[in-house]
């Protein structure tokens, strides 16, 4: 491992590099790259990440579109705008963006995204196919949990690892990802009993469920590696993550920073899985 401090940052330009090199070669192939963000939302928070991804996109070679349906959009809409995108063969990559109006879930719109487009792996499809050890897109944070633990030559084989949170985005993705890498993992949630207990066992623990501060270093093995998925607004507009990174940094071996560690290689990676979409379509190598 590199240091106590499992930054994301260099590793997600990086990714951007080795994408944006295969973008252009699709591109001056016929076949630019097209990725397309379908929004039904007036969220702040989202539309500033949605403005993220495009600009992120377009700097490597990937034209990114944004649908814009309003807040106000009902379900046969979106539906429709999905199984409209999946059938044209010049997109490429579909993100259905969260939240969703009221009254659609995203488990069940997501089915309308094709398996070959869904690059952050949110049709319950790609889900199965991830358990079941077949090809698919995992959602992108969850691939850089994994993706990060490699740059920083944390090992997998025959380790603990225990997972706080149970989401299809982040934790049941994580579980299955270090299952096929030969992880001993336990899930833990909002109903399991003695969380320090548990998670204090664990030579890897990533925490991913949306509350500041949760894990402490009561939560942490001595030497254990971190991962910390949390994003949480502060007051002052900053964020912190569901580690108490002050206490745990007394524990542990590795700890990723929030922001700069997981945010940053989760965008990288949707992108280089629009590119990888867009050459398997056409039949690239």
């Known amino acids: 491992m590199s240091g106590l401090l499992l930054g994301g940052r260099e590793l997600a330009a990086a990714i951007r590099a080795e994408t944006a090199q295969r973008a252009a070669l699709l591109t001056a192939a016929g076949t630019p790259p097209q990725l397309t963000v379908v929004v039904a939302t007036d969220d702040e928070a989202s539309a500033w990440y949605v403005r ?8 490597i070679g990937i034209n990114c579109a944004v649908v814009e349906l309003g807040a106000d959009a009902d379900v046969a809409t979106v539906r429709a705008t999905l199984d409209r995108l999946s059938a044209d063969e010049s997109v490429h990559g579909i993100i259905l963006q969260t939240p969703l109006p009221a009254g659609a879930r995203l488990e069940d719109l997501a089915g309308a995204i094709a398996v070959e487009k869904d690059v952050d792996g949110a049709n319950p499809l790609s889900l199965g196919r991830l358990a079941a050890g077949l090809p698919a897109y995992a959602p992108a944070t969850a691939a850089a949990v994994l993706a990060i633990l490699d740059h920083h030559g944390v090992e997998l084989a025959g380790r603990r690892a225990a997972v706080i949170g149970r989401s299809t985005v982040v934790g049941k993705p994580v579980a299955h990802l270090l299952l096929d890498r030969h992880a001993t993992v336990t899930v833990c949630h909002s109903r399991t009993p003695d969380l320090a207990g548990v998670t204090s066992t664990a030579d890897v623990l990533v925490a991913a469920v949306g509350r500041a501060g949760l894990v402490t270093a009561e939560h942490v093995k001595r030497g254990a590696v971190v991962v910390d998925v949390g994003t949480n607004p502060t007051p002052d507009g900053g964020l912190v993550g569901d580690v108490d990174a002050e206490s745990v940094a007394e524990h542990a071996a590795g700890l990723t920073p929030v922001p700069g560690g ?11 899985h629009t590119v990888r979409a867009a050459a398997t379509q056409v039949g690239v190598v």
């Open 52 to 59: 993220s991804i495009s600009t992120a996109a377009v700097k």
């Open 262 to 272: 997981v945010g940053p290689v989760t965008t990288a990676l949707l992108l280089d």
